[in-house]
């Protein structure tokens, strides 16, 4: 690259830009965690095989994989073979054109069998984008406007070479009538103990938030923040390291007894049981 003294000093050359693309290579055995959690990602496999975890899910991905991540998602991949992926990470509206919006493609959900694959492949035209991205970040071009004018081409393959019912089955977990609420709700869910604090802090008086929540959702509020926090329960949990006593503390419970409670109600089982079927499991599968 000519000229690397005028573009590493221009103040729009950011080399850990976090919105944008970022290019992985990991050995078998290496796993990479999520540290972003203010980002949605979309992830494509290049080469090699993955699992990921996600949402106390585990999927298998392959070459010319691709998944999405919504914004607040905790999940790890970890390399069955030696791999390559590309990670895009956004956080803003998306448009996938002038004429298609994510709002539109709303009606496409419900022509979705309900367990569909959330996994697209990786189209030819997607494949000659992707490769020729990994050669733009190889050699060292991190200027925030090329990651803008990929994002954008990036959604244009999407609209181009992809049927509405695929992209609508990619972005579902963030696809509404309302994309803003649902962004809101997705990022601030973390934060709250109750459906009354999430509804605060998303400058809405509770009625007009329970009614806007069910155009979006399709589910009762306290139903839903209650399986987000088993799910980032099971997150910690899954991590061994993460002592049980941080678990109690984070998610506020009055004591490691209550918290046992909790999960032989919702896991059936105690933590340590939890953790020690989890282990049992992944040995076997090494």
């Known amino acids: ?44 496999i290049m080469e090699g095989e993955v699992s990921l975890f996600f949402d ?34 956004f956080n803003k509206h998306i448009d996938l054109c002038e004429k298609v919006a994510l709002e539109s493609l709303t009606p496409y959900l419900n022509t979705l ?16 984008f992707l490769t020729s991205l990994v050669f733009y970040l190889g050699k060292g071009v991190f200027c925030k406007h ?3 004018i990929k994002q954008k081409e990036l959604f244009f393959l999407l609209r181009f070479f992809y049927t509405k019912e695929e992209v609508a089955g990619l972005f579902a977990p963030i696809i509404s009538c309302d994309l803003d609420f649902k962004n809101r709700v997705l990022t ?68 490691p007894a209550h918290f046992t409670t909790y999960c032989k109600k919702y896991l059936k089982k105690t933590p340590s049981q939890f953790r020690k079927e989890l282990a049992n499991k992944t040995e076997e599968y090494y």
């Not at 050359?13 to 949605?40: P, Q, R, T």
């Not at 392959?62 to 607040?72: R, V």
């Open 56 to 89: 106390s899910q585990k999927y298998y991905l392959q070459k010319n994989n691709i998944i999405f991540m919504p914004i607040a998602s905790s999940y790890e991949i970890v390399a069955q073979t030696d791999v390559e992926f590309v990670i895009n990470y």
């Open 1 to 44: 690259m000519f000229y690397i003294d005028e573009h590493t000093s221009c103040s729009n050359y950011v080399s850990h830009y976090n919105i944008g693309f970022k290019h992985y290579c990991l050995s078998k055995g290496e796993s990479f965690i999520a540290s972003d959690k203010a980002s949605n990602y979309l992830i494509f």
């Open 146 to 148: 090329f990651h803008e």
């Open 113 to 128: 069998e309900k367990a569909f694959n959330p996994v697209l492949i990786i189209k030819p035209p997607m494949e000659q």
């Open 188 to 255: 601030n869910s973390i934060k709250v103990n109750s459906v009354k604090e999430l509804a605060n802090i998303c400058n809405y008086s509770l009625s007009t938030f329970n009614r806007a929540f069910k155009d979006n959702f399709n589910e009762c509020p306290y139903d839903w923040l209650q399986n987000q926090k088993l799910k980032y329960i099971i997150v910690k949990l899954s991590d061994k390291n993460i002592p049980l006593s941080d678990i109690v503390d984070e998610f506020k419970f009055s004591s």
